[in-house]
T-cell receptor, first 111, second 115 residues
Framework: DTAVSQTPKYLVTQMGNDKSIKCEQN?????MYWYKQDSKKFLKIMFS???????INETVPNRFSPKSPDKAHLNLHINSLELGDSAVYFC??????????FGEGSWLTVV | DQQVKQNSPSLSVQEGRISILNCDYT??????FLWYKKYPAEGPTFLIS?????DKNEDGRFTVFLNKSAKHLSLHIVPSQPGDSAVYFC??????????????FGKGTKLSVIP
């Protein structure tokens, strides 16, 4: 069983569309994250939630809205997609240790 | 402002030899470091970590060395195997308030182990 799973893995969509990426973790972790890996390969944090509460909200356009219906799920909704949103988005989770566990990534291409 | 730097984007090593991947950091408050390994089309997976109270941590073929005075750490893989070919990320948790644990990552070093 995949510990942190995200769907879809690949997504190609047109500019201006709205899309969502779903994430679920079955590790029983309290904290979930969204990271973005851009074309320059930097892995940067976007958001973190702890027990459904938003904890970290980095400088991200407000077209990006995370939603955590419960502590096992953290979905990412993106409105009005732009070309520059093309990237790999990684969901991740953590419990109380120092290790963050990542999903396999969602490759978003905006055309 | 890059707090964790991996200045070598790529490294090629012969199978059986030692691979040394380097990482520098700027924030002297960092007290824990992690290495992640990433294969293409997969997410990063945790490899090994080290606390600042140690200068070495070993796990099988993987050893991480920490030099706090130089703000430098390195990952040694010996012997290197073709399956080690991947991108390796160095990471550290910057403290930014209770409950706000996160990791800041270096840009990664792509290791190619040549059979």
């Amino acid at each position: 069983d995949t510990a942190v799973s995200q769907t879809p893995k690949y997504l190609v969509t047109q500019m201006g569309n709205d899309k969502s990426i779903k994430c679920e973790q079955n590790l029983g972790h309290d904290t979930m994250y969204w990271y973005k890996q851009d074309s320059k390969k930097f892995l940067k944090i976007m958001f973190s939630y702890n027990n459904k509460e938003l904890i970290i909200n980095e400088t991200v356009p407000n077209r990006f809205s995370p939603k955590s219906p419960d502590k096992a799920h953290l979905n990412l909704h993106i409105n009005s997609l732009e070309l520059g949103d093309s990237a790999v988005y990684f969901c991740a989770s953590r419990h109380r240790g120092n290790t963050i566990y990542f999903g396999e990534g969602s490759w978003l291409t905006v055309v | 402002d890059q707090q964790v730097k991996q200045n070598s984007p790529s490294l090629s090593v012969q199978e059986g030899r030692i691979s040394i991947l380097n990482c520098d950091y700027t924030n002297s408050m960092f007290d824990y470091f992690l290495w992640y390994k990433k294969y293409p089309a997969e997410g990063p997976t945790f490899l090994i970590s080290i606390s600042s109270i140690k200068d070495k941590n070993e796990d099988g073929r993987f050893t991480v060395f920490l030099n706090k005075s130089a703000k430098h750490l390195s990952l040694h893989i010996v012997p290197s195997q073709p399956g080690d070919s991947a991108v390796y990320f160095c990471a550290a948790p910057p403290y930014s308030g209770a409950g706000s644990y996160q990791l800041t990552f270096g840009k990664g070093t792509k290791l190619s182990v040549i059979p």
